[in-house]
């Protein structure tokens, strides 16, 4: 159950070092870029976009809207929504949070399914809490997610009746309603911190006169703790209304009969007599001409914002607004992929940046240049933000840029067209529901895989720049935010000091963009190829093992599961654990520091212009006991990703400014971190764990990269991947083995594999045993993180792995029915766990409570006490075949992908195991017992050997 602030980004972006860029939605406030007559196109301008033929959309007498589509990917499955053109603005001011407060209710009690009712049903049929069933509340809508099995007959009727009591049936019973305001509130509480105080800061500035600045649908918390009955009643009788749903219902179903469900199940619900105006919230169109300046302690990061034009850009689902769209995205691709470029200099002006027009709220959306402030200074990161803008507007963007983003784009829509027949149910229910609540035109892929070609070339560079020059050179006032932390050693600038920096930024003169010619080739020849040494046929697993001239093995798995993708992963033992401990620091980040230099003579920035267009990705990695290659790419593009994994085995690419480059910035970003209470308990978590030893793991700090030595660095990479000796190459995908052999032989078995080490070593590295607890005082917030750790060295064989997945299993079940539904004092219990089988084999059990430090003493005695009932008794027949419903689930989809088979096939190298294991899964599964788990639950959950950790705001101590 979520509280989302739908799509505002302003301030999302503030705290992340992600900056994206967004596809969306022209309209005629935004600027128009005249295009050639169309009038006798299908595709003119003026025409609506036609729905897919496939889809059955219609509306009910109430006016409930329904969209309907059959698609078997996955097999026996539907995915269902209920959507609710209402959220969080339509609260009355005695509402404020009940929008949301209704989701949660929906989940306790209704007509057909009193109290918990629901959620033990579903998890019956394999459906889990949170996992699977879901929902989320947003400033305009509320959305219910239900996905369910559909091999049983009666699975479809009952989830229809499950989606009606929701529309219509909640019990609002008022012993639940108060036992769910503790649980809310627990929500609210994960949300608080040094964003959430940022946010309060900011909001009302850049929200300025609307109603959305006091809507925030988390609501406030006295409304939460004090709202009357009767509120809540008032909001779910006010807008949960025909008028105002719909109900989407994608999947491996019978298009008719679900229709006739639908009409059984909603044809009945009334609106009210005399309904409330929905009424539609608006924001300002002109920025405040402001400078904001926010501080927090707690903050990680320092940024600086600068938002210009705002635009109300409504989808009337018409090929002209799609035109546009596309013409707005080329503009954003370009102008971050600029931006992108400066961050990687040898002395960045920032950490990361972003410019673009991009969503506000609703359906405005605004020009907005961000970026992350690194060493660099708030000056340097001003005028590079300011100045790109203004060099596009003067100069437009090359037509070598506009090809590589035309070619990007077409490439996606390739991709996706390739594989419509593989189109998952969740996806297409995704793109039903932005219809209704936002207009988007759902053609279906095979159409608007034949006007968005069309649409795409018939942009011209003149029409973009002619766009940009529109967009850029505008007067709109500016609203200048600068956030960051208010620690001595974070010079903050003065509101004068901000403006002077806009002002002197706009005033220096630019050049027109500059760059070098992309290479037309990875490859003057290629290596000389290998041959095959041996092959051997696996029928069962269906797959092809060679060993190659160079010693290399590579195994091999079509499938028919994608129509378009292969993926490829390499491993070999060995990792850190081969590399010395006065190296481990270097080794940490090695694969990290070489990919952010490039390969031959290729700068990263280089190779992604190189790689325009091609659907093709590769990175190295360095685990504690393997390392190892993974890419992904389509069957065109094949070679692409094989040589660039050649690359960058065999010629990474060093380069000492980017090396700096690097080293600055990940300082810059890690400068703040230890300010998050949360960052400071996971070390003492991580110290409380562990004893001395060069081996533990640690978080990152400035202190750690400024250790990073550029040669060290290359060598160890080097030393490792050198040399593909003892490396397995596993491919999963689409493709035809003899088709593909001359690709592998050319690029797997010239592989050079002189002799390297090969194995993993154990360096004695072990969590302490026996009772250690520990309190941790910090943070400003009123919150608390309960954490108990149980572990141990175990032999864990495969049917031992599946013993102790399944009393974890039930013990989240347990976990998350006492301390959220009955003690109301937790909204997300966790219980993770983790097995081990190299260097030595063993097992982790952690039990993750955050709550306020007023619940502590309640949940460790509730914890303790869970735990022991776990031992002395066998768990329920009713518990454990929730568990097992979900897994068979999940394993007859997981069956289906690329990745499961990938990621099987490597870990049964790794862990020397025979895959063929996968055929008793399901018969391992149905032999579980509730005696297993009990028995499960006395060896793993020791109370004589566990880690306590409490954290507690510093005030407490």
């Not at 320092?302 to 705002?310: E, G, K, L």
């Amino acid at each position: 159950m979520r509280a989302l602030m739908s799509r505002f980004s302003a301030v999302c972006l503030l705290s992340s070092l992600t900056f994206s860029t967004y596809a969306i939605s022209a309209v005629p406030t935004t600027p128009h870029v005249a295009s050639a007559d169309t009038s006798v196109n299908q595709f003119a301008a003026q025409n609506l976009i036609p729905y897919s033929p496939k889809l059955s959309k219609g509306r009910l007498a109430n006016g409930l809207t329904y969209y309907i589509q059959k698609n078997t990917k996955p097999e026996q499955k539907a995915e269902l929504r209920l959507v609710i053109k209402a959220g969080s603005i339509l609260e009355d001011e005695d509402q404020l949070g009940l929008a949301h407060f209704t989701e949660h209710m929906a989940f306790n009690g209704s007509k057909h399914f009193h109290k918990n009712a629901l959620i033990s049903y579903l998890e019956s049929i394999g459906v889990k809490f949170g996992a699977d069933l879901n929902a989320y509340t947003s400033f305009d809508e509320t959305v219910y997610i239900l996905p369910i099995p559909t091999d049983k007959p009666d699975n479809l009727s009952k989830a229809m009746l499950v989606l009606a009591d929701w529309a219509n049936g909640l019990q609002l019973d008022h012993a639940e309603i108060d036992r769910e305001r503790g649980v809310v509130l627990e929500e609210a509480r994960l949300g608080k911190g040094a964003v959430d105080r940022l946010q309060k800061q900011i909001l009302p500035k850049i929200l300025h006169g609307s109603l959305y600045a006091d809507r925030l649908p988390i609501g406030k918390e006295q409304t939460l703790k004090t709202f009357s009955y009767d509120a809540l009643k008032r909001f779910y009788r006010d807008w949960y209304r025909p008028d105002l749903m719909a109900v989407v219902v994608v999947g491996d179903v019978d298009p008719v009969k679900t229709k006739a469900l639908i009409e059984k199940n909603f044809s009945t619900l009334k609106n009210p007599v005399k309904p409330r105006p929905r009424a539609v919230a608006t924001i300002p169109l002109q920025n405040i001409a402001e400078v904001v300046i926010a501080t927090d302690k707690e903050a990680n990061l320092s940024t600086v914002s600068i938002s210009q034009s705002r635009y109300l850009q409504k989808n009337d689902g018409k090929f002209g607004s799609y035109r546009e769209r596309r013409i707005q995205s080329f503009f954003n691709v370009m102008l971050s992929n600029r931006l992108r470029e400066l961050a990687q200099l040898p002395e960045p002006p920032f950490l990361g940046g972003g410019s673009g027009i991009n969503p506000l709220v609703a359906d405005y959306y605004e020009l907005n240049s961000t970026a992350a402030i690194g060493k660099a200074g708030v000056q340097a990161a001003i005028d590079a933000l300011l100045q790109e803008n203004k060099r596009a507007a003067l100069y437009g963007f090359s037509a070598a840029e506009f090809a590589r983003a035309k070619s990007n784009s077409l490439r996606n829509l390739e991709n996706v067209y390739n594989e419509r027949d593989k189109a998952q149910s969740a996806d297409l229910a995704a793109e039903f529901i932005r219809n209704f609540l936002a207009g988007e035109a759902i053609p279906g892929i095979e159409a608007e895989y034949v006007f968005h070609k069309e649409i795409v070339n018939g942009i011209s560079l003149e029409e973009i720049n002619q766009f940009t020059k529109t967009v850029l050179i505008n007067q709109a006032p500016k609203l200048i935010v600068y956030q960051g932390s208010d620690q001595p050693e974070h010079p903050i600038p003065s509101t004068e000091q901000l403006l002077a920096m806009v002002k002197q930024a706009e005033q220096k003169e630019v050049l027109a963009y500059t760059e070098k010619a992309v290479t037309k080739s990875l490859f003057e020849s290629p290596p000389q190829a290998g041959s095959i040494v041996s092959e051997i046929k696996n029928v069962p697993l269906g797959t092809t093992e060679w060993t190659l001239s160079n010693g290399v093995k590579v195994v091999l798995k079509p499938t028919d599961f994608q129509s378009d993708q292969i993926l490829l992963s390499a491993t070999r033992a060995g990792g850190t654990s081969l590399i010395p401990d006065a190296d481990f620091l270097q080794a940490r980040y090695a694969t990290t520091v070489v990919g952010a230099m490039g390969v031959k003579d290729l700068s990263p920035i280089e190779l992604s212009k190189y790689l325009a267009g091609k659907s093709a990705s590769v990175s190295t990695n360095f685990g504690e006991n393997s390392e190892g290659v993974s890419g992904s790419s389509n069957k065109a593009d094949l070679e692409t990703m094989l040589q660039v994994m050649y690359l960058a085995m065999t010629a990474p690419r060093r380069d000492p400014a980017l090396f700096q480059s690097f080293v600055g910035k990940q300082q810059d970003a890690l400068r703040n971190q230890m300010a998050s209470p949360f960052a400071v308990f996971q070390e003492q978590f991580i110290q409380a764990t562990y004893p001395a030893h060069p081996r533990v793991p640690v978080l990152a700090k400035p202190e750690h990269i400024a250790q990073l030595d550029l040669d060290r660095l290359m060598a160890i990479y080097q030393s490792r991947f050198s040399s593909a000796k003892g490396f397995a190459f596993f491919l999963v995908g689409s493709f035809e083995i003899e088709k593909i052999k001359p690709l592998l032989l050319t690029y797997l078995a010239s592989l050079p594999t002189s002799d390297v080490a090969v194995g993993v070593k154990d360096h004695g590295l072990r969590p302490h045993t026996g009772i250690i607890k520990k309190d941790v005082y910090v943070g400003k917030e009123q919150q608390s993180m309960v954490t108990l750790q149980m572990h141990g060295e175990r032999t864990m064989s495969i049917p031992e792995r599946m013993r102790f997945s399944a009393m974890i299993e039930v013990l989240q079940l347990r976990l998350t029915a006492k301390m959220r539904e009955e003690l109301g004092a937790v909204y997300s219990p966790r219980v993770t766990s983790s097995t081990r089988l190299i260097p030595y084999q063993g097992y982790s059990v952690v039990l993750a409570l955050p709550s306020g430090p007023e619940h502590v003493d309640k949940l460790l005695r509730s914890s303790f006490a869970l735990i022991a009932q776990m031992k002395a008794a066998p768990v329920s027949e009713e518990e454990l075949n929730k568990v097992k419903e979900n897994w068979l689930k999940n394993r007859k989809e997981d069956l289906k992908t690329n990745t499961f088979w990938l990621s099987m096939l490597s870990s049964a190298l790794q862990q020397r195991e025979d895959p063929a294991h996968i055929f008793t899964y399901e018969d391992r599964v149905k032999h579980l017992t509730p005696k297993d788990i009990q028995e499960a639950a006395k060896i793993y959950l020791d109370t004589n050997n566990y880690i306590q950790i409490v954290m507690y705001p510093e005030k407490a101590q």
